[in-house]
């Protein structure tokens, strides 16, 4: 089965899955999953979007999804049978090109959006006051480099946005100082009220890609992805609260086209990121600290009270931030749990990745 790129390529579709429709049976076609339901899935191709729901024998009442990706996630490339049909059946997932895995705390993986070329990491600056405000900036700098190092692993590119650029003075200053700090990321402040920095952004981005953009609920993520997309598609925050009952029955559509052709993928907020799947060479945001480290006496060397600690003398001549180094221990100690993980029955039925049985399963908020 051949089937050409061009038509689909504005939709994202390359190379990477074409050369996947090889295998694929007879008279399946390849669509785009832009929406999300309870267990159906709004999929979209060069005919518009249509509803779809998966193969019965693909479906069990417990696990849900029994294909080894997982269920769909918003941003896959399904194969669908019957696609003239009022209710095409999804047949099996193509091999995701990126994706952001999510491992919260003691719950099963979650793939919150595939195949995206970027990854937004939002967080929204606050008003400077009271006397911790550099300990809570710290513990937003700790969230970002996690985010960053679970987008890379994903194999996305990640970006950080700064939104709410009108709280504080001088932004960009303060984008040179997170930039400082992460190293090789490209960190774009924005204000959605006078379209600040969304510009910036947006010429990061060529046609045809995708961009998802996480974060905490409240950042700013539906303002950005109403803006750039040009019209009111996702309810920001006052609005969901208005209706949060009804919203159990509503749509949850979730990819967006900017005028310019770009892909937006707005995920539900989230209290917590653990990195899944991840492994030491992964965590690049921190690869002064692992270079350091080489010349710790001990090879196990967990740079805590270890003689010959290369990466402890390193903080105390001021060449390490003692808050990255703890961070990094963090990361890598959520890196043992996860291998653990990997090895007991449990977690292996977990990272088969049941999926939520619900889309508002995936609200933390
Ligand atoms: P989400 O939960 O991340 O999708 O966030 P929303 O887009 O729903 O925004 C949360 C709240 O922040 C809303 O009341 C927005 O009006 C507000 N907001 C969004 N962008 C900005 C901004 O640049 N500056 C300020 N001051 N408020 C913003
Ligand atoms: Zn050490």
């Known amino acids: 089965m051949t089937e050409p790129v061009g038509g689909l390529s504005h939709l994202g579709f390359s190379e990477f899955f074409a050369i996947q429709l090889a295998d694929a049976k007879e008279g399946l076609v390849p669509a785009r999953v832009v929406g999300q339901h309870r267990r159906q899935w709004d999929v979209m191709d060069e005919a518009g979007v249509r509803r779809a729901s998966l193969a019965g024998r693909l479906w069990d009442p417990e696990k849900g999804s029994v294909l080894d990706l997982g269920q769909p996630t918003v941003g896959d490339w399904v194969l669908l049978r019957d696609s003239e049909q009022e209710l095409p059946v999804i047949e099996s997932i193509l091999e995701r090109r990126t994706s952001l895995v999510r491992a919260a705390g003691g719950r099963q993986r979650q793939v919150l959006v595939a195949n995206v070329d970027f990854v937004a990491i939002v967080v929204a600056f606050t008003r400077p006051q009271s006397s911790d405000a550099s300990a809570r900036r710290s513990l937003q700098l700790r969230r970002i480099e996690r985010y960053v190092a679970g987008v890379r692993q994903g194999g996305a590119e990640p970006l950080v946005v700064l939104n709410k650029a009108d709280l504080v003075e001088a932004p960009w200053e303060r984008a040179e100082t997170v930039k400082a700090r992460l190293g090789d990321v490209q960190v774009v402040p924005t204000h959605c009220k006078s379209h600040e920095g969304i510009a910036s952004l947006t010429a990061l981005l060529a046609p045809g890609?995708?961009?998802?953009?996480?974060?905490?609920?409240?950042?700013?993520?539906?303002?950005?992805?109403?803006?750039?997309?040009?019209?009111?598609?996702?309810?920001?925050?006052?609005?969901?609260?208005?209706?949060?009952?009804?919203?159990?029955?509503?749509?949850?559509?979730?990819?967006?086209?900017?005028?310019?052709?770009?892909?937006?993928?707005?995920?539900?907020?989230?209290?917590?990121?653990?990195?899944?799947?991840?492994?030491?060479?992964?965590?690049?945001?921190?690869?002064?600290?692992?270079?350091?480290?080489?010349?710790?006496?001990?090879?196990?060397?967990?740079?805590?009270?270890?003689?010959?600690?290369?990466?402890?003398?390193?903080?105390?001549?001021?060449?390490?931030?003692?808050?990255?180094?703890?961070?990094?221990?963090?990361?890598?100690?959520?890196?043992?749990?996860?291998?653990?993980?990997?090895?007991?029955?449990?977690?292996?039925?977990?990272?088969?990745?049941?999926p939520p049985t619900s889309p508002d399963e995936w609200d933390d908020d």
Request: proline content about 2%.
């Open 209 to 354: 890609q995708t961009i998802g953009f996480v974060g905490l609920s409240g950042v700013g993520k539906s303002s950005l992805v109403n803006l750039m997309s040009g019209s009111d598609h996702q309810r920001t925050a006052s609005e969901r609260t208005a209706d949060a009952r009804g919203r159990h029955t509503t749509t949850h559509r979730a990819l967006f086209e900017t005028p310019g052709g770009i892909w937006l993928i707005d995920t539900p907020g989230m209290r917590e990121f653990a990195l899944a799947d991840a492994s030491t060479e992964d965590l690049q945001a921190f690869s002064d600290i692992a270079t350091c480290a080489e010349r710790c006496r001990f090879r196990d060397c967990e740079h805590r009270r270890e003689p010959g600690c290369a990466v402890r003398e390193a903080v105390e001549a001021g060449t390490l931030s003692l808050d990255r180094v703890s961070n990094y221990q963090t990361l890598l100690e959520e890196l043992k749990q996860d291998e653990k993980s990997k090895t007991t029955a449990r977690g292996q039925r977990l990272r088969r990745g049941r």
